[in-house]
């Protein structure tokens, strides 16, 4: 329909001007520091190199792996659907299996390395989409087992190799966000690609097409970090690369005292406000985007039953890249991350109200509502990575940002539950006021330690 194709249209031009203004902003703010570099030593220009450098290394795999992940969500349920199994008992066995396997894996990443960890991931994600291939109950339960392993690898290993080495390479503290509001940005527009793609391959393969196209861009995201990534199972800025490599390999934590990694990450949620208070917010927030991702397709097709769900899929994605985008450009402007994870998550709460005052009324506002909700998910995607690589001691980037996942886990088993029933009862409303609640309660404890997380955020980047 012709309102959806102008929709796309309009989205896509405003990413643009946000691009265009953040690039601006951006060039800007590299002007006034090369001046004042010039003016202090002359120096910088080497470093800057160096972190474009790890900084294309790092995104090129990890949007390669994002556009497959997203390739396999595309069809994951028409394929299910049409081998005529359960899909909500094979979705719940994977969010299960990564509960499961969530608990322990980032302690491995830690302990044995975080390249062999995203190596890994590769290995399991191709040979998932090969078992998706076979129409047995038993091989695609095995299947949604190993991604449960696979999906907790996803969410700490990569992120967490990306901060170790970027602290180990002795980059400033601050050039992280920039790393991670790009990432945003470009997840949100790997996702576009990928409706497209996955089309495409679904004409020419069936179902099935999109996983074979996941298979060739693993594989492919393997060979980069093979050839391009250095390891970086123990990293402290410290330290010298050599001896953070011997300590990591004889398990100790840089004073020749073997490292406890369970028990020290669980320590450290405990005692440091900041983490526990970073990853409350994280798991609340995302259990409401989960929730709210198996709401959007029942909600609109109420209102339009020929409804464009590829199309609107895209805009929606569009509004995650703009959101990624608005974080770089807010940042750079001198707004801080804190604020801005409080910011996103109270207008994301607004959304979902009017989501669930709408949803029965106005297809208008509705959409409008989904709209600005997947813009602020973009912006607190960014939020979330800078906030876990500042608070967040190095050696335990994965093993506590899994542990943060098990509550996030459970929300989202519970989430899907009720998303299934509110929508089967036609009380939709009901489960996005519970979006609406979970985004208010993040908001709230992110409003109470304002403060608090700006000061103990400081003192985690000095530790580190």
Request: net charge positive; hydrophobic share 50%; with cysteine.
């Amino acid at each position: 329909p012709p309102w959806a194709k102008w929709l796309f249209v309009g989205l896509l031009g405003g990413l643009g001007v946000l691009t265009a203004a953040r690039k601006r902003k951006g060039r800007h703010k590299k002007q006034q520091q090369d001046v004042a570099k010039k003016e202090k030593n002359g120096h910088g220009t080497a470093q800057e190199a160096a972190f474009a450098s790890l900084q294309r290394d790092y995104l090129v795999v990890y949007l390669m792996i994002m556009l497959a992940d997203w390739l396999q969500g595309t069809n994951m349920y028409t394929l299910y659907s049409a081998y005529g199994q359960s899909v909500s008992t094979l979705f719940l066995t994977g969010f299960t299996s990564a509960l499961f396997f969530g608990t322990f894996a980032g302690t491995l990443v830690d302990k044995y390395g975080r390249r062999k960890a995203c190596l890994w991931f590769c290995v399991l994600e191709v040979a998932i989409n090969l078992m998706e291939h076979v129409n047995d109950v038993t091989v695609l339960m095995a299947g949604r087992v190993l991604g449960g392993v696979s999906t907790s690898l996803l969410f700490t290993a990569f992120e967490s190799w990306m901060v170790s080495e970027h602290r180990r390479r002795g980059f400033p503290e601050e050039w992280l966000a920039s790393t991670f509001g790009l990432a945003a940005f470009g997840n949100g527009c790997v996702a576009v690609v990928a409706g497209v793609l996955a089309q495409v391959a679904c004409d020419r393969w069936g179902d099935i097409g999109p996983f074979r196209l996941a298979i060739a861009l693993t594989v492919l995201a393997m060979a980069a970090i093979f050839l391009r990534w250095p390891e970086n199972s123990f990293s402290l800025v410290t330290t010298t690369p050599a001896a953070a490599a011997a300590a990591a390999k004889n398990g100790e934590n840089g004073n020749g005292k073997a490292i406890d990694y369970t028990g020290e990450a669980w320590a450290c949620v405990r005692r440091n406000g900041a983490v526990a208070r970073v990853f409350a917010v994280n798991a609340l927030s995302e259990g409401a985007t989960f929730t709210f991702v198996f709401l959007w397709v029942p909600t609109l097709l109420r209102h339009d039953g020929a409804l464009p769900t590829g199309l609107v899929f895209a805009c929606l994605m569009l509004c995650i890249a703009a959101g990624g985008e608005t974080f770089s450009l807010l940042l750079d402007g001198g707004f801080s991350c804190p604020a801005l994870t409080a910011a996103a998550l109270a207008a994301a709460t607004v959304a979902a109200l009017v989501a669930a005052a709408a949803c029965a009324s106005s297809f208008v506002l509705t959409v409008a509502a989904f709209l600005l909700l997947e813009a602020c998910v973009g912006c607190l995607q960014a939020c979330a990575s800078s906030l876990r690589a500042l608070v967040v001691p190095d050696h335990l980037q994965s093993s506590i940002s899994n542990i943060g996942r098990v509550p996030l886990n459970l929300l989202v088993v519970l989430g899907t539950t009720l998303a299934d029933r509110a929508t089967a009862s036609g009380q939709t409303h009901l489960a996005f006021l519970a979006v609406a609640s979970l985004f208010g309660l993040a908001a709230a404890i992110q409003l109470s330690g304002l403060n608090a997380v700006g000061g103990d955020t400081n003192k985690a980047v000095k530790s580190n």
